[in-house]
């Protein structure tokens, strides 16, 4: 009963301790669904963090679903980007991604794995800026180098970006100007063969501006930043069917940057129009601050170059207090946000701390709870043994009053057993003749058998007196089993002795062991063996060797004198 108690609770404790975590199917659903909507309220709060963290957690168990998993690391990943924060957080989102689409690949179609590849390009590229953002150069150069074996081969504009970005990247952060120049020629011819009106022509050539004017060439950054101001103006792009249209943004940037290259080169004229026509376009109520900015600074640029001092000093000191208003407000936000992730992520830590520190409690008190029960065990066996040595010595006073009992008795046990020797030999013989019949009889079956195959090619008259013939011997040998069976219980009753001393002697024999001793023993042979124990001589031989092996007899004693002198 304690073993009993013991597997049971130890099963149990086992159970608890290995029991599957249950996946909240709908939960996921919940939070991923609050996620989305605290997202497009603007809301990237603590709760926000809550449902991604959730959602993180169990969005492997929706591995399968390939277009929704991989849309949730992508745009996931995005946003973090977009607000500029947590650079770290979105670099394991695209490696997520990344992996999901390595174990989906093989089950997705073709069609879907073209839909995946831009958005497999678009994630190298964020990933590889991230990487730069956080100074890790070479991870995100690798990056780079992934993205452009990814789109070597493929005739898209999302090629010409990966070209353009690479030389930005070799640019600005290695500084290898020849190779920049390299990737921007690239990804220009590129554009100009396949998407010669595309508008992604205008990104290159501030590229390439750039270039000349950080290497030195302000001419023809000049040239080349007017010619885009020229392709984003306003009035261009509403004239144009083939040109996305007006981009307020690469508009800004390139009109501020051609007044900078003109006032680097000492170029006074066309500053002026070219700056009314920027804050024209910056007065609206919906135009972000960052591009009021560029051109505030670049109003002061030029009123300096002017000589109008105290304009150029009161431009500079709005468009100063206007730099801290956003750095501020830029700060701020990503000072909400980064708390926001910061609390979820120590609230986590302590949820987990205390998990483990219950997990421990729990493992301790499974750890008392076993010992205890080893305890009583323990116990119980000693109390067991107690009890086994008291009744073995009340057993041995027991055998010392019926040694004296014994001995008074002795003389008529002696003639007791002189008669039982007499009943013995004759019963030995008596045994020795059954076993004889019976052999015969396993004998007689085996001809049966011959008989009933000859019966089966006969036909008519001589088959109904073959039948009935061997009906007749059927029935004379139906008895056969019952024969056996009493022949090996009178074995075993009359050689109850002789299986003594072979236990005693050899303790490892099987009871197959000592029956073969008892039919050796009674002068039997191989051939008689086998018949009564219904197997073939070979066996009876293999059966033999191993007998003489547990029996520890060499090659040359034999094995039948051995037993006949037991």
């Known amino acids: 009963m304690p073993v009993f108690l013991f597997v049971v609770l130890v099963g149990t404790l086992q159970a608890q301790e290995q029991s599957p975590e249950t996946i909240n199917m709908d939960g996921f659903w919940q939070a991923h669904g609050d996620m989305d909507k605290r997202k497009a309220q603007g809301l990237l709060d603590t709760v926000y963090f809550e449902h991604y963290f959730k959602t993180l957690d ?157 290497t030195g060439n302000k001419e023809k950054a000049k040239e080349i930043y007017l010619n885009n101001y020229s392709f984003y103006c306003p009035e261009t792009a509403s004239k144009s069917d083939s040109i996305t249209p007006f981009d307020l943004p690469k508009f800004i940037e390139t009109g501020t940057r051609l007044i900078e290259t003109n006032l680097s080169l000492g170029v006074i004229t066309n500053n002026a129009q070219i700056l009314n026509h920027l804050e024209h376009h910056v007065k609206g109520t919906n135009v972000k601050p960052e591009f009021r900015l560029k051109v505030a600074f670049a109003k002061a640029q030029w009123l300096t170059v002017q000589g109008k001092a105290h304009e150029s000093r009161t431009q500079m000191l709005l468009a100063r207090k206007l730099s801290d208003s956003i750095t501020q407000a830029t700060e701020t936000h990503q000072r909400i946000l980064r708390s926001a992730y910061h609390t979820v992520i120590l609230n986590r830590l302590r949820h987990s701390h205390q998990i483990e520190k219950n997990q421990k409690e729990t493992k301790i008190q499974n750890q008392n709870l076993r010992f205890s029960i080893l305890v009583i065990l323990a116990l119980s066996a000693i109390g067991f043994l107690v009890s086994l040595v008291l009744r073995r010595r009340q057993h041995l006073v027991n055998a010392r009053n019926e040694q004296v009992m014994a001995e008074q008795s002795l003389k008529l046990t002696a003639l007791k057993n002189q008669q039982l020797e007499m009943e013995v030999t004759a019963k030995e013989r008596d045994l020795s003749d059954f076993a004889l019949n019976l052999s015969q009889n396993q004998e007689w079956a085996k001809q049966l058998a011959l008989k009933i195959d000859a019966l089966k090619a006969t036909r008519g008259r001589e088959r109904k007196k073959n039948l009935d013939a061997l009906e007749k011997d059927i029935r004379n040998k139906v008895a056969h089993d019952t024969e056996t069976k009493a022949f090996f219980h009178r074995l075993d009753k009359l050689s109850h002795g002789f299986y003594d001393t072979l236990q005693n002697k050899y303790p490892d024999l099987s009871k197959n062991d000592i029956r073969l001793c008892s039919l050796i023993r009674l002068k039997l042979t191989s051939m008689q063996i086998a018949n009564l124990q219904n197997i073939t001589v070979a066996s009876v031989n293999t059966n033999r060797y191993r007998l003489r092996k547990k029996l520890g007899l060499d090659k040359h004693r034999d094995l039948d004198r051995f037993i006949q002198d037991l």
């Open 58 to 214: 169990l969005a492997p168990h929706f591995k399968d679903d390939a277009p929704f998993i991989l849309d949730f690391y992508k745009n996931t990943a995005y946003s973090f980007y977009y607000n500029g924060i947590l650079p770290e957080e979105t670099i394991k989102l695209y490696s997520l991604f990344f992996e999901t689409y390595a174990y989906l690949e093989p089950k997705l179609s073709d069609s879907l794995k073209q839909a995946m590849l831009n958005k497999r390009s678009f994630a190298h590229g964020i990933k590889a800026r991230c990487h730069a953002q956080l100074q890790q150069i070479e991870l995100a150069e690798a990056e780079h180098q992934k993205n452009l074996i990814l789109m070597q081969d493929e005739k898209s504009i999302y090629q010409a970006s990966t070209l353009a970005n690479y030389g930005y990247f070799l640019l600005y952060r290695k500084k290898d100007t020849a190779a920049a120049k390299t990737y921007y020629d690239k990804s220009y011819e590129f554009t100009q063969q396949y998407f010669p009106e595309h508008d992604y022509l205008g990104a290159i050539q501030d590229h390439l501006a750039d270039y000349y004017f950080v």
